[in-house]
C-alpha cells in the first residue's frame, strides 16, 4: 500500500464509502456507502477508476490533508472553498498533489457533501464485501486528526479529466422531488396528503441515518398500530410529531413509522446533498 494523506485538521464529519454494502439487510445491516452517488460515481470515471472504488466521503468541510506522496485524485460534489496550498482548487477535474502539499476543504457553499477520490481508490479492508463505514456497528475505520489514509502506486493520468460544466449537477436550496406512494399513503387523511403534495418542506438536519423536515404535520386517519415495514434509502417515514424523516444510506432496515412515500432512486442525490433549512416540495409519480 501507498500512504497517500494524513488528516492534519478534522471537520464536521468524513467517512470512507463505496458503493455499499449489499446482500445483509435481512440480518439488520444497512447498505450505506456514497450518499450522493452520483457525484461518487462520476468522480470514479473521471479517474478511470474501478467502479467501486473507495472514496472519502466529507460533509460540509473544515478538513486539512496532507500529501504523503504524489498522486492523482478529483474533487466532486458540492462545491466550495477548497485549495492547495492556498490556491484555489477546482471540483470535478483531476489534479495533481505533490508531497508535502496541504489540501484544504475549509467549507461548502452549495451541496453539503463533497468527494475526495484518489486514482486508484483507497485501500482499506474489506468488511462483508465491502469497505463502506457504518460506525454503528464498528465497520469500517474512523477518520479522524492524524489518520492516514492509503492508496496503490498507479500510473498518473497523462493529462488532466474532468466533466463538463453543464454536465455537472446544481444543488439549490429549493427543489422539487419526485416521490412513489408508500405502503401507508392512503392511511393519511386527504389534508395531509394534499399537504405532502403541495406544500413545502424545510430540512432542519439530520445525518447519514436519516434527514428531518419541518412543515405541515402529516396525520393518520385515525391512530393504529404499524406492523414494521422494510425500509430502504429513501424511505420517508411520519412519526408521531406529524414531521417526515428520510431515510439515508446508513437507515434502518425495518421501520414502524408509517411509510407516507418513497424518494425516486434518481433524486436522492438532491436529498443528500441539501444544506439546513433548505426547501423541497415532493411531486407523486406512477410507478
Given at each position: 500500500m501507498k500512504p497517500l494523506?494524513?488528516?492534519l485538521r478534522q471537520g464536521v464529519y468524513a467517512s470512507i464509502q463505496d458503493r455499499g454494502r449489499f446482500g445483509y439487510r435481512a440480518q439488520g445491516i444497512p447498505v450505506s456507502g456514497a450518499m450522493d452517488r452520483f457525484s461518487y460515481e462520476m468522480g470514479n470515471q473521471i479517474l478511470n477508476n474501478p467502479a467501486n472504488a473507495a472514496c472519502l466521503e466529507i460533509f460540509n468541510g473544515g478538513f486539512e490533508l496532507e500529501a504523503l506522496s504524489d498522486?492523482?485524485?478529483?474533487l466532486t460534489g458540492a462545491e466550495g472553498n477548497f485549495s492547495i496550498n492556498?490556491?484555489?482548487v477546482e471540483c470535478w477535474k483531476s489534479f495533481r498533489l505533490k508531497k508535502g502539499d496541504i489540501l484544504s476543504i475549509k467549507g461548502t457553499i452549495k451541496g453539503s457533501i463533497l468527494y475526495l477520490i484518489p486514482q486508484g481508490?483507497?485501500?482499506?479492508?474489506?468488511?462483508?464485501?465491502s469497505r463502506s463505514s457504518y460506525h454503528k456497528a464498528n465497520l469500517g475505520e474512523l477518520v479522524t486528526a492524524g489518520s492516514i489514509l492509503y492508496g496503490q502506486e498507479i500510473e498518473p493520468l497523462a493529462y488532466t479529466r474532468g466533466l463538463m460544466q453543464e454536465h455537472r449537477p446544481q444543488f439549490e436550496n429549493f427543489m422539487q422531488v419526485r416521490v412513489f406512494k408508500g405502503p401507508h399513503f392512503e392511511l393519511f387523511t386527504q389534508e395531509s396528503r394534499i399537504s405532502f403534495l403541495h406544500d413545502s418542506y424545510q430540512y432542519?438536519?439530520?445525518?447519514r441515518m436519516g434527514y428531518y423536515f419541518k412543515g405541515e404535520k402529516l396525520s393518520l386517519q385515525k391512530k393504529k398500530n404499524i406492523?414494521?415495514?422494510a425500509t430502504q434509502?429513501?424511505?420517508i417515514q411520519v412519526p408521531a410529531n406529524g414531521e417526515p424523516i428520510i431515510l439515508m444510506a446508513d437507515a434502518q432496515t425495518v421501520g414502524g413509522y408509517p411509510i407516507i412515500a418513497t424518494v425516486h432512486e434518481d433524486d436522492l442525490n438532491k436529498i443528500a446533498q441539501l444544506r439546513t433549512y433548505s426547501k423541497v416540495t415532493f411531486c407523486l409519480v406512477e410507478d
Open positions: 494523506l494524513k488528516i498522486h492523482t485524485y478529483v492556498h490556491v484555489k481508490g483507497l485501500k482499506v479492508e474489506s468488511i462483508l464485501n432542519t438536519g439530520g445525518n406492523i414494521s415495514e434509502f429513501g424511505t
